[in-house]
Nanobody
Framework: QLRPVESGGGRAQPGESLTLTCAAPEHNVFHYAFTWFHQAPGKEREGVACISINGARTNYSDSVRGRFIITKDKTRNTVNLRMNGLQPTDTGVYFC?????????????WGKGTPVTVSS
């Protein structure tokens, strides 16, 4: 069973950048669609970026479009979320999740999350 493992979270100041990484031990990331979810303190989890199974298509929420970039790394077998222009509202826990079918379909596997704090 796929168990996504997130890393790269931490603290940043407004305007700075962070890159989150999602590893898929013993699985090929090009066999699944991956979504990064953001859960702000006291709020529900929200999907912010998704990449298709073959990596050719990406989708972003309005809150991150133009600032965040989701990619798949074939060499490292990871899914990465480059977060630029961070804002305090980006604070929260980021979860990596995988679907067997595609971005618009149910999530089959969840990671445990990595925290991000954006503060001056």
């Amino acid at each position: 069973q796929l168990r996504p493992v997130e890393s790269g979270g931490g603290r940043a100041q407004p305007g700075e950048s962070l890159t989150l990484t999602c590893a898929a031990p013993e699985h090929n990331v090009f066999h699944y669609a991956f979504t990064w979810f953001h859960q702000a303190p006291g709020k529900e989890r929200e999907g912010v970026a998704c990449i298709s199974i073959n990596g050719a298509r990406t989708n972003y929420s309005d809150s991150v479009r133009g600032r965040f970039i989701i990619t798949k790394d074939k060499t490292r077998n990871t899914v990465n979320l480059r977060m630029n222009g961070l804002q305090p509202t980006d604070t929260g826990v980021y979860f990596c999740a995988a679907s067997n079918i595609g971005c618009a379909y149910k999530i089959d596997f969840w990671g445990k999350g990595t925290p991000v704090t954006v503060s001056s």
